[in-house]
């Protein structure tokens, strides 16, 4: 295949990628992403679908697409020269570059498919942040809620009634649980609240199926493999819908929204609509039809039957991500409660009154 000029716009996906990865604790994935850049000129088929790809690399996750396939190879012991990388041993960019480029033509096949569709980053860690936003809005609207999640991939955040927290030294969640959540907590602790999740459920268009090993293990070769941690937590998470799956929706977020927000709601509960890195995904009409859905189902909140959105999404100024909480009727506009890591290592509260 004769190499072709890269669309400028995956170039700039792949740096900006690789200093996201750095900037959030992961070098070893972000010597993965560098070592994408020489592909583009490439003659592999892998190669020459990254240079063509259209101005939406960055939106797309394109970098993470072909990143979880050659991690994926790794895991599934496919290809030893991995090995020295995934171990944090091959530091050197050009070497490192160099064994990434023999793995992928030799396997160009097998990794195609993984540029089809985007990255399943399932991280239980996340659930601090939004655990942390739900004790704020207990403080203010009380300690029923109904969980409902966006793009919940495998549904382990929408098991986080059963995870132990302990953010800042508050403590939420059931002692025996074999997923413990402690992020490292910067400012002020979050309020001492109760929270009492009555329903708690998500959806997907491509939900993964944790009893599945096979999918369990796709999943975890998203994990970038700088977090040993992430893994051990994918692993009890797993243990966890072994016992009791978690309730997900095969559906598109726009439509499933839709028919959430319209359900019958209890008394006295704050129905929540939450999210993590899953906006960036969404093509842009229907980020504006569940806006739009959401603020008018606020307006028809009433203090008996209250609305809360949670969104835990990507500052691409920062490289953080915003913890924003909006709620009705009451509520007075967005607040940014904090931000924190991709996922979850640290939460930095604002300490909001």
């Not at 859905?293 to 959105?309: D, F, N, T």
């Amino acid at each position: 295949m004769q190499p072709t000029e890269p669309n400028p716009h995956v170039i700039q996906a792949l740096l900006w990628q690789a200093e996201y990865t750095v900037e959030n604790r992961a070098p070893i994935t972000g010597r993965v992403v560098r070592a994408m850049l020489p592909l583009l000129t490439g003659p592999t088929r892998v190669g020459h679908r990254l240079a063509t790809w259209p101005d939406s690399a960055t939106k797309d996750a394109l970098p993470l697409r072909l990143a979880g396939g050659i991690h994926h190879l790794h895991l599934t012991g496919r290809d030893d020269r991995l090995a020295p990388i995934y171990a944090g041993t091959l530091t050197d960019q050009h070497a490192v570059d160099a064994t990434v480029g023999a793995v992928v033509a030799d396997h160009d096949d097998a990794l195609l498919p993984w540029l089809d569709g985007p990255p399943q980053t399932n991280e239980a860690g996340r659930s601090a942040s939004i655990m942390a936003a739900l004790l704020w809005l207990s403080a203010r609207l009380g300690p029923h809620f109904e969980l409902n999640e966006l793009g919940a991939s495998a549904g382990i955040n929408t098991m986080l009634d059963r995870f132990r927290f302990d953010l800042g030294g508050v403590t939420v969640g059931p002692e025996p649980s074999p997923v413990h959540i402690v992020p490292e907590w910067k400012g002020p602790p979050p309020p001492v609240a109760t929270v009492t999740i009555d329903a708690i459920r998500g959806c997907d268009r491509a939900p993964v199926d944790l009893t599945d090993p096979a999918q369990a293990l796709r999943l975890k070769a998203y994990i970038w493999p700088d977090a040993p941690e992430r893994v051990a937590r994918l692993d009890a998470a797993i243990a966890l819908a072994q016992v009791m799956p978690p309730r997900l929706d095969h559906a598109d977020a726009g439509d499933w929204i839709g028919a959430r927000l319209a359900a019958p709601q209890a008394a006295g509960s704050t129905r929540v609509v939450f999210h993590s890195i899953v906006w960036q995904y969404l093509p842009e009409a229907t980020r504006a039809a569940i806006t739009a859905g959401i603020e008018a189902a606020g307006s028809r909140a009433s203090p008996s039957r209250r609305l809360a959105w949670v969104q835990l999404e990507t500052n691409r100024t920062t490289l953080r991500h915003d913890l924003r909480v909006r709620y009705w009727p009451g509520g007075d506009g967005e607040v940014v409660l904090g931000s924190a890591h991709a996922h979850g290592a640290w939460v930095e509260w604002l300490g909001l009154d």
